[in-house]
């Protein structure tokens, strides 16, 4: 499709309605209100708040190859935020990665995603940050990468070579206005691609839209898995009903399907919980027709013993006289009052079970291990979202332990359960393990 073709066109002028400082213009609510909701579809608050900062006022440290960078204040604050930004300036921004003084920015902005965003979009989001945002006057924060790689040139070089170079979003005539609308969501402000693309040598993803090779087909990331979210009917989303999808997107649960911890749970918590169900709907039309990529083995959904086949479990041997293994008594005693003494789950699906579950029968366990080390806090529509953390009551023996009979009762024939120095290094430095 046309967003590729590099240069061949010098950037349309934008033909923006508000294009004067803030300040002259009347406010129109409905439009800031618009850019509110726009704002939650792109994440905005994911990287440019920071833990226990104000909003949108930056200083999120975020890790790339070659070092920390912060993201910055997008408050309209005059001298440290985006005040003085002219609609020009913010879509140049957002589209291209330019900052208002020319220079490049770094792509963990995902600029590329965002360079499908439409004029009208842009000034929405535009009349949000000036006029519904409170301005903080917090300094940006210089990146730790030392000399020669903290130049920004080459990043002009990289956008000239990854970044798509058409802005604005064509629909695909031969799709349904429910696709393109997914389209535009999923490949744009949802930016998807940065966390389930995987990327290639310079650190780019791979893919932006349906169509390039393995767009949205599973990456790693900092110690979790984004999985293949194409449509791949056994190792993608192509075997998910658009309800379980539409459910996944705005409860972060699918009880014997798959729930949301990590990233997800956060793009769950702060963005996708809040859009309407038309829009995750559209979200689920476009995913399932993204061209499918298939992965060696057996489907992740479909592991573990049925809770009804008991004789086949440990878990009947799971009694109080039973000998009992040092990993049967972990799982006993730190999952099964929540998932069941034969990962059957509760009733109401409020605790899910750990059979067909897509992170126990997955061959990369370190979202299940960061899960069992770290547990699950997530504020869904409903209220809060509880697992406890067993970081700091077992050992990485231990953990290993439990891991390896979680394979062996719920797990991947593949899979290989995580070694203790495996799980040390997701733990990450705690002496006292
Ligand atoms: C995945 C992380 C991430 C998300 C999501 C994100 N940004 Fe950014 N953004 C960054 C980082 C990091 C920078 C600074 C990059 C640099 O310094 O090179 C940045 C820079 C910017 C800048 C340039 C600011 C300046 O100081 O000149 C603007 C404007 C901006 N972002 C707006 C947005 C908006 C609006 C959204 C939501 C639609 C958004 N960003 C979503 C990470 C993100
Ligand atoms: C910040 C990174 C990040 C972003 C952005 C992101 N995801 Fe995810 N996604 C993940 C991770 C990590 C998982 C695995 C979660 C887990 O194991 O609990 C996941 C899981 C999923 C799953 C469940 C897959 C399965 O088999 O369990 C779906 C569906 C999904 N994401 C869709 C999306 C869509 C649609 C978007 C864009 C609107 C999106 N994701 C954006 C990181 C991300
Ligand atoms: C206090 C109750 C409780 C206990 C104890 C508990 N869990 Fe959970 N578990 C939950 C809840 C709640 C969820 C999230 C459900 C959701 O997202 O809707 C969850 C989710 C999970 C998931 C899915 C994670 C994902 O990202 O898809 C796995 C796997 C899991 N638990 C395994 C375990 C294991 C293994 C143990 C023991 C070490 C354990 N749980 C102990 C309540 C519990």
Known sequence: MTRFAKWSSVLPP???????????????????????????????????????????????PMSTPIGTIYSTN????????????????????????EA??????YPAMPYPSFSTLTDEDVEALYAYFQHGVEPVAKENRDSDISWPLNMRWPLNIWAWMFAPDEVGFTPDDSQSDEWNRGAYLVEGLGHCGTCHTPRGMA?????????????LAGAELDGWYAFNITGDEDHGVGGWSDEQLVTYLESGSVPGKA?????????????????T??????????????????????????????????????GVALTEDAPQDQAARLYLGACASCHGALGQGSQDGHYPPLINNSVMGSTQLGNLTQVVLHGIHRETNEGELLMPALD??????????????????????????????RIAELRGPNPEH
Request: aromatic content about 6%; glycine content about 10%.
């Open 74 to 97: 997008i408050t309209p604050d005059n001298e440290t935020g985006i005040g003085r930004y002219t609609v020009e300036d913010f879509a140049n921004a957002l589209r291209n990665g």
């Open 259 to 275: 729930q949301a911890a990590g990233p997800m749970g956060e793009a769950i918590e702060h963005s996708l919980r809040f859009l």
């Open 203 to 215: 650190f780019q993803e791979k893919g932006y839209e349906a169509g390039d090779e393995d767009y």
């Open 100 to 105: 208002k003084d020319g220079h490049q920015l």
């Open 14 to 60: 934008l033909a923006l309605a508000v294009t004067t400082a803030h300040a002259q213009q009347p406010v129109d609510d409905a439009q800031v209100k618009k850019g509110a909701y726009l704002a939650k579809a792109g994440d905005c608050t994911a990287c440019h708040t920071a833990p226990e900062g104000e909003p949108f006022a930056g200083g999120l």
């Open 392 to 421: 700091q009551d077992i050992s990485n023996d231990e953990a290993a332990s439990l891991m390896a009979y979680l394979v062996e009762q719920f797990g991947h024939p593949d899979a290989q359960a995580p070694s203790a120095e």
């Open 277 to 314: 169900r038309d829009d995750l709907k559209a979200i689920a039309t476009y995913l399932k027709s993204v061209p499918a990529v298939s992965e060696p083995g057996p489907s992740r959904f479909a592991q573990g013993t049925p809770a009804d086949d008991v004789d086949r479990l440990r």
